[in-house]
Structures are given as structure tokens and as C-alpha cells.
């Protein structure tokens, strides 16, 4: 899992992350926790991974 923080033009908070598509209870966690799926992407090795990302308050 790899995480990243970002910030959008308006300065609100992006935290985003990817997990493998077999993860199933780190995938409910995330949704719980107010993470979207925004796309797969595919690492180094050329797995594929479900990515998910939330904004933060502002």
C-alpha cells in the first residue's frame, strides 16, 4: 500500500492510496473512512491496484 497527501488548487487536503483488488477488508475499511474509488493503477511489477482517495474538510 502506498499512501500520498496532496492539495488541490483551493488548498483543500487529498490523501490518496492504493490496495490489491483481493483486499476486500482493507477496501471496506477505506470506504468507511470516507475514501471513493478513483481508479486502477498499475505498480512497478505490473499488479494491478484498486485506487482510492478522500478530501479533507475545508
Do not use: W
Not at 2 to 7: A, C, H, L, V
Not at 14 to 39: A, Y
Amino acid at each position: 500500500m502506498e499512501i500520498r497527501n496532496s492539495k488541490t488548487d483551493d488548498l483543500q487536503d487529498i490523501l490518496k492510496l492504493d490496495t490489491h483488488n483481493d483486499n476486500k477488508p482493507m477496501q471496506n475499511l477505506l470506504k468507511k473512512l470516507g475514501f471513493v474509488p478513483c481508479g486502477i493503477i498499475t505498480v512497478e511489477d505490473g499488479t494491478e491496484r484498486i485506487a482510492f482517495q478522500r478530501y479533507s474538510e475545508k
